[in-house]
């Protein structure tokens, strides 16, 4: 089993800079994969950005130049860094992960999700 904690959300105004992180613990080999989505209500779930454990990286088009997406892996952990925020940011945004098992299976894990708001 794998926990995932989130932190960082927050109001924040237009132009202004948040940086989320995800810690992600329990028992598993390593992890493979780490990325960001997010969602408003009313709409699906939508990719932001995602790291490969060899620190290859994608981003949505929407987000490009402005958020940055890194990993250290010797804390198993995930940031994201949102510059320049705009109120379409407005979403809550989950981290998710995939890790290899020590029974050497592949699983995918959520974390319970952070609200940003963009507002004046």
């Known amino acids: 089993q794998v926990q995932l904690v989130e932190s960082g959300g927050g109001l924040v105004q237009p132009g202004g800079s948040l940086r989320l992180s995800c810690a992600a613990s329990?028992?598993?080999?390593?992890?493979?994969?780490m990325g960001w989505y997010r969602q408003v209500p009313g709409k699906q779930r939508e990719l932001v950005a995602t790291?490969?454990?060899?620190?290859?990286?994608n981003y949505a088009d929407s987000v490009k130049g402005r958020f940055t997406i890194s990993r250290d892996n010797a804390k198993n952990t995930v940031y994201l860094q949102m510059n320049s925020l705009k109120p379409e940011d407005t979403a809550v945004y989950y981290c998710?992960?995939?890790?290899?098992?020590?029974?050497?299976?592949?699983?995918?894990?959520w974390g319970q999700g952070t609200q940003v708001t963009v507002s004046s």
């Open positions: 790291i490969k454990s060899e620190g290859s990286t």
């Open positions: 329990g028992s598993f080999s390593n992890i493979n994969f």
């Open positions: 998710n992960v995939i890790v290899f098992t020590t029974a050497r299976m592949y699983e995918n894990y």
